[in-house]
């Protein structure tokens, strides 16, 4: 009888010390700070664009940017242009009727807003392995298999002249 109490008393200090232990853990990987950014960012892609001319017409398609492009180089615009282009068009408005298709709508690289609040390792991160890796929307497709490092550091400084 004594034998049961004291393994009775032990494995409820063991129970206690692993329950104790856990909510130090969940404190640590706590997922509501990035699903509150993801939530912010849904909203800001959201926001309604204009897809037609006033008129009520099609407008006509962007031209896509050269390869001797400012900023992201030559081998950054041609990547960006095979890549990106079609979500996030080559002004980097993200305004095509394709793009206003999508739900969540596509980055605005043009944000000043959001280019001041991300940092070229997040956009890296986000080409490289997707958008669900950082809590964003997985219809980003990860290109880190298709991509390498220095056509990714290249992408990411083309998107950067797009700040206004």
């Known amino acids: 009888m004594k034998i049961r ?4 008393a032990l494995s409820s200090l063991a129970v206690g010390m692993v329950l104790s232990a856990c ?3 969940t404190a640590q990987h706590d997922p509501r700070p990035a699903q509150e ?11 309604a664009i204009e897809t037609l001319n006033p008129d009520g017409s099609v407008p006509a ?7 001797g492009g400012a900023g992201g180089g030559g081998a950054g615009v041609e990547k960006y242009n095979s890549f990106c282009v079609p979500c ?14 999508m739900n969540p709508r596509p ?13 070229d390792a997040r956009i890296a991160k986000v080409i490289k392995e997707g958008g669900a890796s ?8 990860p290109w880190g298999a298709t991509l390498s490092d220095a056509e990714i550091t290249e ?3 083309h998107i950067r002249t797009f700040k206004k």
């Open 5 to 8: 109490r004291t393994l009775l």
């Open 23 to 25: 909510k130090s853990c």
């Open 37 to 47: 950014r993801f939530k912010q960012e849904e909203a800001n892609a959201n926001q």
């Open 61 to 67: 398609p962007k031209a896509v940017a050269s390869s």
């Open 88 to 101: 996030h068009d080559a002004d980097g408005t993200a305004s095509s009727p394709a793009a206003a298709a």
């Open 107 to 119: 980055r605005n690289f043009t944000d000043a807003k959001w280019q001041a609040s991300v940092d």
């Open 134 to 141: 950082v809590g964003l929307s997985a219809t980003m497709a």
């Open 155 to 157: 992408i990411v400084k």
